[in-house]
């Protein structure tokens, strides 16, 4: 799909770069096709008998990931996060194994994240709440953001990632945060300089009052911003201000209140790649990677 087929499609074609298999080799665990495994790691990874980028990788036992994960940040391959996260082979699949975030994108696993939409009903229309992420956050630093998104760390749900980031990144109660609903569950798959990242995402959507006033509590995030939802719209139309994935669920949301048209060519379009990515390296096709 050409990148200038409209302005939203192109944050679409933007979040799915990936073209398999690229300089990766297909890797496994436990025999099950998993991810795709970066050419940094190739010589480490023979050499630890897992196998040759001819015939692709296999962890044998996943369940030694995380001793993995830590070796390989102390050698050097990655920065740790300090943040461990589920593995599983693809979407809807049982938990193998877990590993620190930062080593996700080397071996090209699905990871999980939440967004939170905060919206303001007012007089003159629906009003959504942006943050600015910090300028010494490691990724996307300055950019706009979500009021609550984050990864799920492992062994939380969804639910559970929501209202832990909600606390931390905005100070919003458990109680407030606990009647978000969620809206949608997006994927991509994406080259990004720390690796292939293939991302579902957790929508929701929370209703706020008027007189809600974030406030950052962890230093993620440097100011808060309540824009009318058609600014919003404006930004991801004709800028790339927001964070790469913010603009995703944001297209999500013009599509469900009708700033984009859902029964239009564009909009079928868009909500077929929301839903099912436009890689096939996207999570929920798993059949690429056997």
């Given at each position: 799909?050409?990148?200038?087929?409209?302005?939203?499609?192109?944050?679409?074609?933007?979040?799915?770069?990936?073209?398999?298999?690229?300089?990766?080799?297909?890797?496994?665990?436990?025999?099950?096709?998993?991810?795709?495994?970066?050419?940094?790691?190739?010589?480490?990874?023979?050499?630890?008998?897992?196998?040759?980028?001819?015939?692709?990788?296999?962890?044998?036992?996943?369940?030694?990931?995380?001793?993995?994960?830590?070796?390989?940040?102390?050698?050097?391959?990655?920065?740790?996060?300090?943040?461990?996260?589920?593995?599983?082979?693809?979407?809807?699949?049982?938990?193998?194994?877990?590993?620190?975030?930062?080593?996700?994108?080397?071996?090209?696993?699905?990871?999980?994240?939440?967004?939170?939409?905060?919206?303001?009903?007012?007089?003159?229309?629906?009003?959504?709440?942006?943050?600015?992420?910090?300028?010494?956050?490691?990724?996307?630093?300055?950019?706009?953001?979500?009021?609550?998104?984050?990864?799920?760390?492992?062994?939380?749900?969804?639910?559970?990632?929501?209202?832990?980031?909600?606390?931390?990144e905005a100070s919003i109660p458990a109680v407030l945060a606990e009647q978000a609903v969620q809206s949608g569950r997006l994927v991509y798959?994406?080259?990004?300089?720390?690796?292939?990242?293939?991302?579902?995402?957790?929508?929701?959507?929370?209703?706020?009052?008027?007189?809600?006033?974030?406030?950052?509590?962890?230093?993620?995030?440097?100011?808060?911003?309540?824009?009318?939802?058609?600014?919003?719209?404006?930004?991801?139309?004709?800028?790339?201000?927001?964070?790469?994935?913010?603009?995703?669920?944001?297209?999500?949301?013009?599509?469900?209140?009708?700033?984009?048209?859902?029964?239009?060519?564009?909009?079928?379009?868009?909500?077929?790649?929301?839903?099912?990515?436009?890689?096939?390296?996207?999570?929920?096709?798993?059949?690429?990677?056997?």
């Open positions: 799909m050409p990148s200038n087929a409209s302005p939203f499609l192109r944050h679409l074609t933007d979040c799915n770069t990936v073209i398999l298999p690229g300089a990766r080799a297909p890797l496994a665990l436990g025999g099950t096709p998993s991810g795709w495994l970066a050419p940094a790691l190739f010589t480490r990874m023979e050499k630890a008998g897992f196998g040759t980028p001819d015939k692709g990788f296999n962890i044998p036992h996943p369940s030694g990931l995380e001793a993995l994960g830590e070796e390989l940040a102390q050698e050097g391959f990655y920065k740790s996060h300090h943040e461990l996260f589920d593995v599983y082979p693809d979407m809807d699949q049982p938990v193998v194994g877990r590993i620190d975030r930062g080593a996700l994108p080397l071996f090209g696993f699905v990871a999980t994240g939440v967004h939170m939409n905060g919206l303001v009903r007012k007089a003159d229309g629906l009003h959504l709440w942006t943050g600015r992420r910090a300028a010494n956050k490691r990724l996307d630093p300055s950019k706009l953001d979500h009021l609550v998104a984050g990864g799920m760390p492992a062994g939380h749900t969804p639910r559970e990632a929501l209202v832990k980031e909600a606390a931390e798959a994406l080259d990004r300089a720390e690796g292939l990242r293939r991302d579902i995402l957790y929508c929701y959507d929370l209703y706020l009052p008027e007189s809600f006033e974030p406030s950052a509590a962890d230093g993620e995030v440097e100011s808060f911003t309540l824009l009318p939802l058609t600014e919003a719209y404006r930004i991801v139309r004709d800028t790339d201000a927001f964070k790469f994935n913010v603009n995703l669920v944001l297209i999500d949301l013009f599509l469900r209140t009708g700033l984009i048209d859902p029964t239009s060519a564009e909009g079928m379009a868009l909500r077929t790649g929301l839903d099912r990515g436009l890689s096939p390296a996207s999570p929920g096709r798993s059949a690429v990677l056997g």
